[in-house]
């Protein structure tokens, strides 16, 4: 019977560090277990292994010759796991354009247990053409499992100039304003004053996503109903004011969705890992709108 490969690497180790204690220190073993190890595979070889000098142990030359060809094949061993994790394929992740550039691309460079091949787009994918999905809406797409990460919060921002020209700044005045389109305004105005002003002043331009909303609310356009988690740098700088704490909480969220029937480890571990940067971000949103 040919002896373990485990039991090769414990002589190898043995071998290379001149003493079972320190063999043992460096497989997290006792010396006792590493010393019954090497006798189980003197017996499997059918002779000694080590000169045994009183506390001291002497590889012999054919256990040196032997710990070095095991040296080699792990070494071989080493270079095929890295040659096979190279040609492995990128795991393709698709993120809507705001959510990739405000909160996942600073986060990408920390995960290296694969390559990601991102695609921007909030266009629905057939299922075939991504590996995990994030996507916005109320959860349960057909086929897919769901991560939720964080729910949609919404807050209005525009820049100080406009501002400036309201005094008092309250929602009630803020009506007044130019509002750049979006379909959750009645509802915040609802949730922060109990109704909805008559005559809300949208803009006439309807813009496709936050980061172009933000950039009209910058150049005095009008007024952003945004996610303050993507853009709170702004808000921090000063090109943006953040002027109330209501904040418009859900009903959607911000899911990681992989396939139901994708059994590669990949997908889930890249989900749970968004998983925990999602509450991460939910904590520390939650202390500051506090």
Known sequence: MR????????????????SFA???????????????????????????????????VVPTPKAVLLAKGVRRGMDEIDSALAAFEAASP?????????????????RLSSYQ??????DVSA????????????R??????????GFRLFPVQLTPLLAPSLAALLEPLVPETLATLPLLPHPDWERWFLSATGSVPPGLNFTRVEYPNHDLNVNAA???????????????????SGALVMP?????????????????????????????WLYEQSRMTSVALEIRTK
Request: charged share 25%; hydrophobic share 40%.
């Open 123 to 134: 266009d629905i994918r057939d299922q075939s053409d991504f590996d995990v999905a994030i």
């Open 22 to 56: 320190r063999a043992a220190e460096r497989l997290f073993l006792t010396p006792a277990a590493v010393s019954l190890r090497i006798r189980t595979l003197e017996e499997e070889l059918g002779e000694p292994l080590f000169i045994r000098r009183g506390p001291r």
């Open 244 to 272: 109330f704490d209501q904040v418009l909480d859900g009903p959607d969220w911000h899911f990681a969705l992989f396939r139901n029937d994708d059994v590669r480890p990949g997908p889930r571990e890249f989900c749970d």
């Open 218 to 236: 910058c150049a005095g356009e009008g007024v952003a109903l945004v996610p303050l988690g993507f853009f709170e740098p702004l808000v921090k």
């Open 3 to 18: 002896p373990s490969l485990e039991s090769l690497k414990v002589l190898e180790i043995c071998v290379a560090s001149g």
């Open 136 to 145: 916005t809406g109320a959860g349960n797409w057909p086929g897919l499992e």
């Open 113 to 118: 247990r694969c390559e990601i091949e991102l």
């Open 90 to 106: 990128p795991l393709r992740v698709t993120a809507p354009p705001t959510l990739a550039t405000r909160w996942l691309a600073p």
